[in-house]
């Protein structure tokens, strides 16, 4: 079946350094989605990437979805204490979200 | 404004107890999923609705049963739960089908089976 993988599983950085995690699909995707949650918490919808290489830019969050659509990155630039957390990217081919297994954000002040 | 409500949010059940879960969303939204959430293992789709009186299986059906015979509403269901099934089990909606738009999630429902 589809599978979605993602590294790091866990990164711990300083506040104001960058982060990135990657994604990567075994099959071309249809569209690939990005979620954070919270410790304790649930996830929450972050951006949705359809276009072949497509990039999208919230504040200081970067996202793009390669070109053969199999895979994407997040960059966070400079990153802040409220950016911890863990990050699913969750890649679709058919009619639902195949999620990865998430990577762990922690930021020391 | 609720948008997607799970209850309970903690259970602890014994070995071969049964129980329900209820999810319940005031969006209007067709689709409807239960996922759970094991540590390292990111989220994997138990069952899903892609509207009232419809249910599929998704990666993990085995063990769960669901319904839905209320737009607003889907039930996740375990007949006689195992310790395999300790989880948190997060039900999510979308307006559209989930792998083209937005997922909307609960607070999520832990759990324990002993």
């Known amino acids: 079946g589809q599978q979605v993988m993602q590294i790091p599983q866990y990164q711990h950085v300083q506040e104001g350094e960058d982060f990135t995690t990657y994604c990567n699909s075994s099959?071309?995707?249809?569209?690939i989605q990005w979620y954070k949650q919270r410790p304790g918490g649930h996830p929450v919808f972050l951006i949705q990437?359809?276009?072949?290489?497509e990039v999208k830019k919230q504040k200081r969050l970067t996202f793009q979805f390669g070109e053969a659509k199999k895979n994407s990155s997040l960059h966070i630039t400079a990153t802040q204490t409220t950016d911890v957390g863990t990050y699913f990217c969750?890649?679709?081919?058919?009619?639902?979200?195949?999620f990865g297994k998430g990577t762990m954000l922690l930021v020391s002040p | 404004n609720a948008g997607v409500t799970q209850t309970p949010k903690f259970r602890v059940l014994k070995t071969g107890q049964s129980m329900t879960l209820l999810c319940a969303q005031d969006?209007?939204?067709?689709?409807m999923y239960w996922y759970r959430q094991d540590p390292g293992m990111g989220l994997r789709l138990i069952h899903y609705?892609?509207?009232?009186?419809?249910?599929a299986k998704g990666e993990v059906p085995d063990g769960y049963n669901v319904s839905r015979l209320k737009k607003q509403n889907f039930l996740l269901g375990l007949e006689s739960a195992a310790p395999s099934q300790t989880s948190v089990y997060f039900c999510?909606?979308?307006?559209?089908?989930?792998?083209?738009?937005?997922?909307?999630f609960g607070e999520g429902s832990r759990l324990t089976v002993l």
């Open positions: 099959t071309t995707l249809s569209n």
């Open positions: 969006m209007n939204h067709e689709y």
């Open positions: 990437l359809v276009k072949s290489g």
């Open positions: 969750a890649g679709s081919r058919y009619s639902t979200l195949t």
């Open positions: 999510a909606s979308s307006y559209v089908a989930g792998d083209t738009g937005e997922l909307f």
């Open positions: 609705s892609v509207g009232e009186g419809t249910t």
